[in-house]
């Protein structure tokens, strides 16, 4: 299964969000350039785990809970845009994630993607960057610095990271052919 650990947006930062990224989109949606993200697949992506047998999984619920519950809450905020691999030749747009603690996000991903490993699933090494990804470019990758400009001044409100979840994504059976997003469990952060 393939599946990645997250921090999900509350609604009321989704809807700023997508508030912010509304007039953008419609502006934009003739061209068809850009498949904009779906508000319930909105996430921060802590680990990517390519290949997570079932049978690996509760040896991973039991060492997440574990890792998950010896952290402390984080207040996040998302801010500005960027983009993958850069403006000229975009793939992926995202808002950007600013931290109370500055690295914290990326010491609960090296800690995460080292529980998964342990138990077994297979972790995929990209660096880390935290990011909410927004939209992705529709076949060839496009310049985007026009619309990085309009989306840079993104500031939504803050909010307490209090939970990670792991999700399994089933490529292809969302709507459009998009993935389906499925919660397979939710840990507590700070629960010891």
């Given amino acids: ?36 993200t779906r508000p319930e697949h909105l996430h921060l992506t802590l680990a990517f785990l390519p290949d997570l047998a079932e049978w690996r999984e509760e040896e991973l619920l039991e060492s997440g809970a574990g890792y998950a519950a010896r952290q402390d809450p984080l207040e996040l905020r998302l801010v500005g845009a960027g983009a993958f691999p850069d403006p000229g030749g975009a793939r992926v747009l995202w808002a950007g994630v600013e931290e109370s603690v500055p690295g914290t996000l990326g010491s609960w991903s090296k800690g995460l993607r080292a529980v998964a490993s342990h138990a077994g699933a297979g972790v995929d090494g990209t660096r880390f960057s935290p990011h909410v990804t927004v939209a992705r470019a ?29 999700i399994g994504s089933h490529l292809g059976q969302g709507p459009g052919g998009t993935p389906r997003y499925e919660t397979r469990h939710t840990w507590e952060i700070g629960s010891s």
């Fill in 138 to 166: 529709s076949g060839r990758p496009h310049p985007a610095g026009h619309l990085l400009q309009a989306l840079d001044t993104l500031r939504t409100p803050p909010w307490r990271a209090e939970e990670v979840v792991l």
């Fill in 1 to 36: 299964m393939r599946a990645f650990l997250a921090v999900v947006p509350p609604p009321q930062v989704v809807d700023a969000l997508l508030d912010h990224v509304g007039p953008r989109r419609d502006a934009l949606a003739a061209e068809g350039l850009w498949r904009w």
